[in-house]
Nanobody, 118 residues
Framework: VQLQAYGGGLVQPGGPLRLSCAAS????????MRWYRQAPGPQRELAAS???????NYADSVKGRFTISRDNAKNTVYLQMNSLKPEDTAVYYC?????????????WGQGTQVTVSS
């Protein structure tokens, strides 16, 4: 299974940006889909997650500004980011998992850079 993320770029503070991530390949049944982000440094932060049933969860730092959604028919997850702040600057990684023979298998996308700057 491969994850392809796209939609990153340079945006001014207060602006919007939408990320997309599509899963392809030998997909069985995608369960959780998530967006992580990593600013310069070792720490990768979970920004938002969504289950196959549509339940969502957000980091406090993005709550009220970011919205995660998914299209199960397309195996695609989206992250709508509004009111962006310079501190949102990071590489954003998508993640998906599925259960194969009782084992949870996770997949990562390649990351897309989001830069918030005037």
């Amino acid at each position: 299974v491969q994850l392809q993320a796209y939609g990153g770029g340079l945006v001014q503070p207060g602006g919007p940006l939408r990320l997309s991530c599509a899963a392809s390949g030998n997909i069985f049944n995608i369960n959780n889909m998530r967006w992580y982000r990593q600013a310069p440094g070792p720490q990768r932060e979970l920004a938002a997650s969504i289950t196959s049933g549509g339940s969502t969860n957000y980091a406090d730092s993005v709550k009220g500004r970011f919205t995660i959604s998914r299209d199960n028919a397309k195996n695609t997850v989206y992250l709508q980011m509004n009111s962006l702040k310079p501190e949102d600057t990071a590489v954003y990684y998508c993640y998906a998992d599925e259960v194969r023979r009782g084992v949870t298998v996770g997949y990562w996308g390649q990351g897309t850079q989001v830069t918030v700057s005037s």
